[in-house]
């Protein structure tokens, strides 16, 4: 695989990260957070499932957050980048392996 083809995976899941981060922002009317702690048990099992995708967005903005509010180093941001960036990837090919195996169902 090419660094391009790595770099539309990790965009893929970026898109995804936005989304998720949308239907969050809709169904439980409130920002995805990490130490969030639903009271319903179906309304627990949406909210790890929609962490799952948008949690790389969930990261950016808390170590942007940190820098801006509590002066953390910019390693800090950089750190974060990349895991967020490897979170992405792993969600784009997760969204694509689940496409190619629908595909090879219907085929």
């Known amino acids: 695989m090419s660094f391009g083809m790595h770099l539309l995976v990790v965009f893929i899941g970026i898109a995804a990260a936005g989304v998720a981060q949308s239907a969050y922002r809709l169904l439980i009317s409130d920002r995805p957070r990490f130490d969030k702690r639903p009271e319903a ?25 940190g820098r801006m509010m509590h002066g953390r180093p910019i390693g800090w941001i950089a750190a974060s980048g990349g895991i967020a960036a490897g979170w992405c990837l792993m969600s784009g090919v997760f969204i694509l392996t689940v496409i190619e195996f629908a595909r090879g169902l219907l085929a």
Do not use: D, E
């Open 41 to 65: 048990p179906s309304k627990a099992v949406l909210h790890v499932i929609l962490l799952l995708f948008c949690g790389p967005l969930v990261l950016a903005r808390n170590s942007y957050r």
